[in-house]
């Protein structure tokens, strides 16, 4: 029956605990070697996306090396695993060979947003790959549509069930004798064939000299039977061995070397062995055989006696299996064990100073679980856990949920210096997160003044990452993103370059979040060469320190972004843009995909249909500006707009806008108009490039088409000289086609930068004919119309462009419809009619 699999896209294993769903997958995909399997054990600790996507990301990449180079993208608000990984992923699955999918023990899956991205990873999923889920019960996931497609393999209870002839050979291998047929009938109909029933009465029967009066006294439903056969299986052991037994049940996983440091156990690699070859319900985890872990039922009930029969050594075993874990180097599951163990201060101790490396892995919703599930009487007015849980909600992004503990803790006449030191810088941090700028900038005001006027201040050590510097250090670059957002460039860059020399920038993450803040103020500005400078220092020192995957490396791929687009590199633009969304959304850093989002519209695609869907809230002033100016120059180039001040506001001499207005000024003849926003413009004069080649250009096409040619060829000259040095070739395809033909007359001989612009121009701005268009095509619909001819499948496009075989589609859907053609050899025959292909 699994076999169907192989030609279909799904398949369905659901059955109770000990029906045999693992041991079928096992053998089954013991009898296909030339598939490749990829098998993941679902545990409880999937449930946090960045734990799950990490998991499946290196399960893939045991079929594929360097499967996805960057992590998942997981939204932490719903538990989802993020729209950019879901996007990527059928495209980066489609370059595998013929490959299985197995989901294990899914039943541990409780995130149903988790549960309803796993189902959208199967509904794209490429013709190569077939996926399995094993669960205990059935999910809530919509299969009806595979069912009535016929596309969909099940496997229940029914078909696992072990019948008459199935049952006696097992019980003659495991109990090296054969029974009578009506013995083996009696024992089947009371268990109802289920596996671990059987296999638990064969085990009992082994040491039995009467094994027909045993079967006709077993009875009981499922869960009656494994708690009576497991206590006839423990009371046949020997005491060493039983003893034995209840203690390794504490674990959730053991090896031989976590076995006999934790017990003093030794022979435990043996003791494993012998195990698993008499069928004690020890599953290997490994195929070396190294790791092991007991059925559950079994383990259950293992645990169970031994809580009994030893009171207080569940607590030791646990204790010791999480320093074994901690010598390791491996916190979660040391805090984990630690947990279990109701150690609750040592679990803490461990969270405020080793939390730091959870944080680097991005996996800090893990960590705020452990605190949410503590018991209330540890948590209750302890102001220490109020703040830890504070910091850990904030650096997450949790900036709502954040604020109470933190605000709790500022109030609080009891609270330290130090904690209130923390609780301000924490709060200080919220700019990625929050819509208000300038309340951002006013809490890096009072935290830098706090700390200003307590220098040297004991704080205490929360994660590793708390100390006076470190907090200094991290007011200074969170305040620097507020003044940016907020529109005021100059005093952003102040507060980032003084973070930059600060010693708590010595801190990996918070230099790297400096370096890429600053870089993405620069890129604004249009001072792309400091920019690129200070965006690849950033990335280096992330590779140096194992964190390009982590969020703090967003500011910098994003200032890559802009640059590239100000460079007038649309594919360069638009892969840094998804490497900085990679980051930016799991933590839903929604300031920064508001600049993500400006991006995308900047290179053509629509400002409501984002990569990335529509940040929530509104956008922050500098965005707004400009996405309100990139709504306007698509009217204005397409010969398609109103005046634009008769329909939107002017947004209050924002640049952007400004520009737009003056550019809609000259377009519609309206020299007067014009000249009186550019006074207005020049009562507020610049260092910023970018501002300054927008002025020049500006004045030069006021001149044109006064009829001052001079004065038009001196200002364009001056325009092209100052972004040549900063290489700003897109502010002239912004302004449009007549500055466009400005520059291709002017006199003398032309730079290799003015013809850079001239031959991007040709490409990006719609030849005339494309004015017969009711609705034009966008750069990137441009550029993928120009592939047509090559007869370039979806996915070879996809490839081509950085994005997925989606995003492709949907590209050929706008083209089609905005040429009005049924087909791509029809939209080839129009857009050579138009011009747009030669």
């Given at each position: ?93 489609a370059k595998l060979p013929d490959t299985v999918v197995v989901f294990d023990d899914v039943h541990h899956l409780t995130n149903r947003s988790l549960l309803d991205d796993l189902e959208r990873i199967v509904e794209f ?714």
């Amino acid at each position: 029956m699994l076999d169907g699999v192989l030609s279909q896209p799904l398949a369905l294993i659901v059955a109770p605990a000990g029906a045999g769903k693992t041991v079928l997958l096992e053998q089954w995909a013991a009898v296909h070697p030339d598939r490749s399997f990829v098998w993941l054990d679902v545990t409880a600790a999937d449930n946090d996306p960045s734990h799950f996507a990490a998991k499946l990301i290196a399960a893939l990449a045991a079929v594929k090396p360097h499967f996805l180079d960057v992590a998942a993208p997981v939204a932490t608000a719903g538990g989802r695993l993020g729209e950019t990984f879901l996007e990527v992923l059928p495209s980066r699955l489609a370059k595998l060979p013929d490959t299985v999918v197995v989901f294990d023990d899914v039943h541990h899956l409780t995130n149903r947003s988790l549960l309803d991205d796993l189902e959208r990873i199967v509904e794209f999923a490429p013709p190569n790959i077939h996926t399995v889920f094993s669960t205990r019960f059935d999910l809530p996931l919509g299969w009806s549509r595979h069912r009535l497609n016929g596309d969909l393999v099940e496997l229940r209870s029914a078909d696992l069930a072990f019948d008459t002839e199935q049952s006696s050979e097992l019980l003659a291998r495991l109990c090296g004798r054969r029974f009578d047929a009506e013995s083996v009938n009696a024992l089947v109909a009371r268990t109802e064939g289920w596996v671990a029933g059987l296999q638990l009465a064969a085990m009992t029967l082994k040491g039995r000299d009467d094994p027909e009066e045993f079967i006709e006294q077993f009875g009981g439903t499922d869960r009656m039977v494994a708690d009576y056969l497991t206590d006839e299986v423990l009371h046949v052991q020997p005491r060493r061995r039983r003893t034995s037994l209840l203690r390794m049940s504490a674990f959730d996983e053991m090896s031989a070397d976590l076995i006999t440091e934790v017990t003093g156990e030794d022979g435990a690699q043996s003791w494993l062995e012998s195990l698993e070859r008499e069928s004690m319900f020890l599953v290997p985890l490994d195929t070396r055989r190294e790791w092991f872990r007991f059925h559950h039922l079994f383990r259950d009930l293992l645990r169970y006696h031994l809580r009994a029969e030893e009171p207080g050594a569940e607590s030791t075993l646990l204790a010791g299996a999480a320093d074994w874990y901690l010598a390791r180097a491996d916190v979660q599951r040391a805090v984990e064990y630690l947990l279990r163990a109701r150690e609750w201060e040592r679990a803490l101790m461990m969270v405020r100073t080793r939390g730091a490396e959870i944080f680097e892995r991005g996996e800090l919703r893990t960590v705020i679980r452990w605190m949410t599930d503590l018991p209330d009487s540890v948590v209750h007015d302890r102001l220490d856990l109020l703040l830890l849980l504070g910091v850990l909600r904030g650096l997450e992004g949790q900036m709502v949920a954040a604020a109470d503990p933190l605000r709790r803790v500022i109030n609080d006449p009891d609270a330290t210096v130090g904690q209130q030191l923390v609780a301000h810088a924490i709060i200080a941090c919220q700019a990625w997160w929050s819509p208000h700028p300038e309340a951002s900038v006013d809490a890096a005001i009072r935290s830098l003044a706090l700390l200003e006027a307590n220098p040297g201040s004991s704080t205490p050590d929360l994660l590793g990452i708390t100390d006076f510097e470190s907090l200094r250090t991290m007011t200074l670059f969170s305040g620097g993103r507020a003044h940016f957002l907020n529109g005021d460039f100059s005093e952003a860059r102040l507060w980032l370059e003084r973070a930059t020399r600060s010693e708590g920038a010595g801190y990996a993450p918070w230099r790297i979040s400096s370096l890429g803040s600053l870089a993405l103020v620069e890129a604004w500005c249009g001072h792309t060469n400091r920019a690129e400078d200070l965006a690849l220092e950033a990335l280096a020192i992330a590779e140096e320190a194992g964190l390009l995957t982590h969020a703090s490396t967003a500011d910098a791929h994003f200032a890559e972004s802009l640059v590239a687009t100000e460079r007038s590199e649309p594919d360069r633009a638009e892969r840094s843009l998804t490497e900085g969304l990679a980051r930016a959304v799991p933590n839903k850093r929604t300031q920064l995909m508001w600049i993500a989002h400006l991006i995308h519209a900047e290179l053509g695609g629509t400002t409501t249909d984002d990569i990335a869907g529509v940040p929530d809230g509104p956008p922050p002033p500098v965005v707004r500006d400009r996405l309100t100016a990139v709504r306007q120059r698509e009217r204005r180039l397409s010969g398609r707009d109103a005046l634009p001040w008769a329909a939107e506001p002017e947004g209050q001499d924002a640049p952007a806008t400004r520009f737009e207005h003056t550019a809609a000024a000259l377009v519609h003849q309206q020299p007067q108009r014009a000249r009186a926003l550019l006074a207005t413009d020049s009562d507020t004069p610049s260092e910023e490039p970018l501002l300054v080649v927008e002025r020049l250009i500006l004045r030069s096409w006021l001149a044109d088409v006064e009829g001052r040619p001079t004065a038009a060829e001196r200002r364009l000259g001056k325009a092209l000289a100052l972004a040549e040095e900063h290489a700003l070739v897109d502010v002239f395809l912004r302004a449009g086609p007549h500055v466009v033909g400005q520059l291709s007359r002017l006199p003398g001989e032309r730079s290799a930068f003015a013809e850079r612009i001239l031959d991007r121009a040709a490409s990006a701005l719609a030849p005339a004919a494309v004015s017969t268009l009711s609705e034009p095509l966008t750069e990137r619909e441009l550029e993928i119309l120009a592939c047509l001819p090559s007869r370039s499948t979806n996915g070879e496009l996809a490839d081509r462009f950085y994005v997925s075989v989606n995003t492709i589609k949907t590209h050929m859907v706008h083209i089609y419809r905005k040429l009005d053609v049924p087909n791509r050899s029809a939209a080839i025959v129009r857009a050579q009619e138009l011009g747009l292909l030669r």
